[in-house]
């Protein structure tokens, strides 16, 4: 049954998969040359429901992203060192997914 547009919602916690946030991060670390083994992306925050227990809306307040990478050498920690600091700046820029928009 959907609800009306306008009908008034409650908030509540959640925490749900955000998939073109897992696709995009290996992406946007191609242009690295860092290889992602696996990933997977997270948004927190509140979901928007009706009273018919229809979700509206959700933002997200805080996003997760776990990555499994590839190492040369776990022993060459200036190289480490570079590896992470091109993945964090590379991560920052990323598309972001349009799941993050609140409910109205």
């Excluded at 998939?19 to 191609?30: G, M, R, S, T």
């Excluded at 229809?54 to 776990?66: I, S």
Aim: proline letters at 5%; charged letters at 20%; a negative charge.
């Amino acid at each position: 049954m959907r609800s009306a547009p306008n009908a008034p919602c409650g908030f509540r916690w959640t925490t749900q998969q955000l998939p073109d946030d897992a696709q995009a991060v290996p992406e946007a670390l191609a242009a690295t040359g860092i290889a992602v083994c696996e990933v997977t992306a997270s948004g927190f925050d509140e979901e928007c429901v009706t009273s018919r227990g229809v979700v509206k809306g959700f933002g997200v307040l805080a996003k997760t992203v776990n990555l499994t990478v590839e190492a040369a050498d776990l022993a060459d920690q200036a190289a480490l060192g570079d590896y992470w600091a091109g993945s964090v700046t590379r991560l920052t820029t990323y598309h972001s997914s349009p799941k993050t928009q609140r409910c109205k």
